[in-house]
């Protein structure tokens, strides 16, 4: 009878955790395809740190549909689609987290409309690098989705962390880190 009682309280377990939502397979699909979504950003990334080919063989490929740009916003549209259908449990980080980005992705890509943008921070020493504001871009988009499922973060919390942390690290890392890194 006891093997019974631990069997059932084990099952039992499994389908009810506390603290975490069920997540059903559709979910595990979506979030799987949003972090697959991360592949995109490394043909731009690794041109800007100097190795251009594989930037240029997609845009080779596919012309304008392969461009910096273009990758990014097939990124986000592939991270929208985790939102919608993963298992993100709060959207303003998410969303925080996503606008954070696309404003360091503007400062490090040429994107047409942010083109003022880019030229007004590009005229301060320490944000005129676009590899350090694009690994903010990422490292914006990562804090999102990871607020994402704290459930007792608030929006402080929220700000603090997804707009605070990166704003100072594009800077100081704009700072500090070229005389160290010989850029």
């Known amino acids: ?10 099952v039992q377990g499994q389908v009810a955790r506390p603290g975490r939502a069920p997540t059903s397979v559709r979910q595990k699909i979506f ?5 697959l979504a991360f592949a995109l950003l490394v043909p731009p990334a690794l041109s800007m740190l100097g190795l251009p080919k594989l930037q240029e ?15 990014v916003m097939y990124f986000y549209a592939l991270l929208f689609l985790r939102v919608i259908f993963g298992t993100d449990q709060r959207y303003f980080p998410v969303v925080l987290g996503y606008l954070v980005s696309f404003l360091c992705f503007s400062n490090s890509l040429d994107i047409g409309a942010m083109a003022w943008f880019r030229e007004a921070l590009h005229k301060v020493p320490a944000l005129s690098y676009d590899a350090i504001s694009f690994a903010f871009g990422v490292i914006a988009v990562f804090l999102g989705n990871a607020l994402s499922r704290a459930r007792k973060a608030g929006a402080v919390v929220d700000l603090i962390v ?3 942390v ?3 690290g594009v800077f100081l890392s704009g700072l500090y880190l070229p005389p160290l890194l010989g850029m």
Request: glycine residues 12%; proline residues 6%; without cysteine.
């Open 57 to 71: 063989l997609v845009s080779g490929e596919l012309g304008a549909w392969g461009s910096p740009f273009a990758l």
């Open 31 to 35: 979030d799987a395809l949003g972090w």
């Open 166 to 168: 990166p704003a100072a």
């Open 162 to 164: 997804l707009v605070l």
């Open 1 to 10: 009878m006891a093997d019974s009682n631990d069997t059932q309280a084990r």
